[in-house]
C-alpha cells in the first residue's frame, strides 16, 4: 500500500458512482482511495434539506477522514468538490491532509465562493432565486454523457454555490494569461 490515501470529492450534482473507473486503475497501483457522496446529492439525496450547505459538505469530508483514521491524504476535489477540499483542509489543521489536488476546479481563495470564482456564477444566482421560488432544486444543466440512473445526477443544494469558504491559502491565486 502506498502512504497516501486519497479521498475523492465529487462535483455538486454527483456522487462517489463518478469516480468508479477512476479506482480500477488506482487500486493495483496500491492507492487507498476512499470516494464520498456529499449530503444530499446522489444516492444519499433523500438528505437534501436547506440546511445542507458548503459547511454540511466540508464535514462530511472531515468525519470520512476521521472514521477511516486516515493520515497524509491527498485530497482530490473535482469542480464544486475543490471548494469542499479547501474548506475541509483550512479546517483540519493537522497532518491529516498532506496534499490537496483541484481537478477541473478553480483554487479559492479565503472568502470566495463558486459563483465568484466561475464566469457563469450569474447564472447559478438566477437558477437558485427560480429554484426558491418554485420550491425545487433542479441541477443547472443536463449532463451531456449518456444514460446515467436517474439517482446518479441529482438536484443539488441551493446554498453552496453562494457560500464563501474559509481557508488557509495564501493570498495570491493563479491567474490565466
Known sequence: MTDTPLVLI???????????????PLRPLGYEAHPITLTGLSER??????DVDLNTHIT????????????????????????VAAGATARLRHPAV??????????????????????????LRR?????????????VTRPPWGSIS???VSPRPHAPPME?????????RPRAP
Open 150 to 152: 436517474p439517482w446518479a
Open 98 to 123: 498532506r496534499r490537496l489536488v483541484y481537478l477541473d476546479s478553480p483554487i479559492p481563495l479565503d472568502g470566495d465562493s463558486i459563483m465568484t470564482m466561475t464566469p457563469f456564477g450569474e447564472q
Open 60 to 83: 462530511d469530508v472531515f468525519r470520512l477522514i476521521e472514521a477511516e483514521e486516515l493520515i497524509g491524504v491527498t485530497l482530490v476535489g473535482h469542480s464544486y468538490g475543490g471548494l
Open 10 to 24: 465529487p462535483g455538486a450534482q454527483h456522487g462517489a458512482w463518478c469516480w468508479r473507473k477512476m479506482l480500477r
Open 164 to 172: 464563501p469558504v474559509s481557508t488557509a491559502r495564501p493570498s495570491a
Open 45 to 50: 439525496s433523500h438528505l437534501l434539506t436547506a
Open 127 to 139: 437558477c437558485a432565486r427560480r429554484s426558491t421560488e418554485s420550491g425545487s432544486s433542479r441541477p
